[in-house]
C-alpha cells in the first residue's frame, strides 16, 4: 500500500466490505453469525491456558450484536521469524470476516533493508495511509519508538492499537502482546541453570548490552541475574549479529579467559546457535549451552544434542490475538476485554504469552507441531 515496500499477505484481501449488509445498516449493531475458532490438533505444546482465555474472549463477542470493523495488521515482514506472527493473524482475520465482522489485510515490508530509520519512515507512512484509508483497529508489530507519534495520532482519532512482539510502553496503544524480556530472559536462565555443575564458574552470555534494544537488554539481564544470585560470575558478550566469523571469534577467547572457567553458555536470541560454534573453537564442546528462539541451526544443533534446550516465543499466537482483541475492544468495549485476558495480563496491559521449553529430545515433535498449525519458520 506504500509502493513496492509493501505487500499484503496471499488470499487475505478479505472483501467482506458489507457480507451480507446493504448500504444502509452497514454502521449499525446486526446479529451476526457465531465466531467459530479453527480447531488446533492437540498437542502438549498447546499453551492451554491461553486458549482458555481466548475461548472466553470469543464467547463474550459472540453475545454481542455485531459490529462490522475494519482492521490492519501491520508486521515488520511476512518470512522468516515473523511468518507465523502472518499465518495468526490471517487465520483470526479470517475467521472474524467469515462471521461478517471485520474487513482487512495482514501487511508486510518486502524491502529487504536492514535501514531501521529508514523501515520506521515507511512503517509509519503505512499507518498514516492505512488511516486515511478507514481502518478503525490496528494491530501492528512496530519497528521501534518512531511509530510511536503516528499511532498515538490513530489512538486520538478513536482507533484501538495493539502491539505485537516489540512494545511501544510510552505510546498511548491499548495492550501489547508477546513476550516480556525479563521474564523470558529469567526462565532461559533457569533452564540452564539446573545443568550447571556447583560453583564457582562463569556464565557466558551471548546477548545484548547496548540500550538502544530494550528487549535484548531486558532478555539478557534476565538470565544474568538468574546466574548471579546462584553465585556465579557472568559475562555479557553483545552478538555481533552481521559477522558471525567475529562474532564467534570474540566469544572463543572470553571463553578462554575466563577465570573462573566458563561452565556454561546461553544465547538470547535467534543467532543461539553461535555459542556452540564457540564452544568447538575454544576446545570445549562438551559445555552446557542452552539457546532461544527456533533457527534452523539451533533445531540440528539439538538433533546432536549440542544444545539442550531451546526456548521459542509463540508469535503464532501474537498474529492470532492481535485481531481478537482489537475487535474486542470495539465489540465489548477495553475494560471488558482487559478483564478477559486477566490471566495473562501484567500491568493491567501487557499480554505475556511466556515462551515454549523445548528440550534437545523433543526438538522433532516441536517441529511438527509448528507444522501442524502451519506455524513454522
Keep these: 500500500m506504500t509502493g513496492r ?38 498437542n502438549e505444546f498447546i499453551p492451554v491456558k491461553i486458549e482458555a482465555t481466548i475461548d472466553k474472549l470469543v464467547a463474550e463477542i459472540n453475545k454481542s450484536s455485531i459490529q462490522p470493523m475494519q482492521i490492519a495488521v501491520l508486521l515488520k515482514s511476512l518470512s522468516g521469524f515473523f511468518a507465523p506472527i502472518a499465518t495468526g493473524a490471517n487465520r483470526a482475520m479470517g475467521e472474524l470476516g467469515v462471521s461478517g465482522r471485520v474487513t482487512g489485510n495482514v501487511l508486510g515490508t518486502t524491502d529487504a533493508s536492514t535501514d531501521q530509520a529508514q523501515l520506521t519512515e515507511l512503517q509509519t507512512k503505512q499507518i498514516e495511509q492505512t488511516v486515511a484509508e478507514g481502518t478503525e483497529g490496528i494491530a501492528i508489530t512496530p519497528f521501534g519508538e518512531g511509530n510511536g507519534a503516528a499511532l498515538d495520532e490513530a489512538v486520538a482519532a478513536g482507533i484501538p492499537v495493539v502491539t505485537l512482539d516489540t512494545d511501544l510502553a510510552k505510546s498511548t496503544r491499548s495492550i501489547y502482546v508477546g513476550i516480556l524480556s525479563t521474564s523470558a530472559g529469567d526462565a532461559a536462565g533457569k533452564t540452564l541453570l539446573k545443568m550447571l555443575p556447583e560453583g564457582p564458574g562463569t556464565v557466558l552470555i551471548h546477548g545484548w548490552a547496548d540500550p538502544i534494544w530494550a528487549d535484548g537488554v531486558n532478555r539478557t539481564q534476565g538470565a544474568k541475574g538468574v546466574f548471579e544470585a546462584a553465585g556465579y560470575d557472568v559475562l555479557v558478550h553483545q552478538s555481533i549479529y552481521d559477522d558471525e566469523a567475529r562474532d564467534v571469534e570474540v566469544m572463543r577467547g572470553k571463553i578462554e579467559d575466563a577465570d573462573p ?15 556452540v560454534l564457540a564452544a568447538d573453537a575454544a576446545g570445549a564442546p562438551d559445555l552446557p549451552i ?5 533457527a534452523p541451526q539451533t533445531a540440528e544443533y539439538m538433533r546432536q544434542r549440542r544444545i539442550e534446550a531451546t526456548h521459542v516465543q509463540r508469535q503464532y499466537y501474537e498474529g492470532y490475538l492481535g485481531p481478537y482483541i482489537v475487535y474486542g475492544i470495539k465489540s465489548i468495549g477495553v475494560d471488558a476485554t482487559r ?12 499480554f505475556d504469552l511466556g515462551v515454549d521449553v523445548v528440550p534437545w ?7 511438527d507441531f509448528l507444522d501442524e498449525i502451519g506455524a513454522e519458520q
Aim: glycine fraction near 6%.
Design 5 to 42: 515496500h509493501w505487500a499484503a499477505a496471499v488470499g487475505l484481501t478479505l472483501m467482506t466490505a458489507a457480507c451480507g449488509a446493504s448500504d444502509t445498516d452497514s454502521d449499525t449493531a446486526r446479529e451476526a453469525t457465531p465466531i467459530k475458532r479453527t480447531p488446533l490438533p492437540q
Design 339 to 350: 478483564e478477559i485476558l486477566a490471566p495473562q495480563l501484567v500491568d493491567g496491559d501487557q
Design 261 to 275: 572457567p566458563v561452565v556454561g553458555l546461553i544465547g538470547m536470541f535467534s543467532d543461539s546457535y553461535r555459542c
Design 361 to 367: 529430545d523433543k526438538v522433532d515433535a516441536y517441529n
Design 290 to 294: 542452552v539457546a532461544f528462539d527456533f
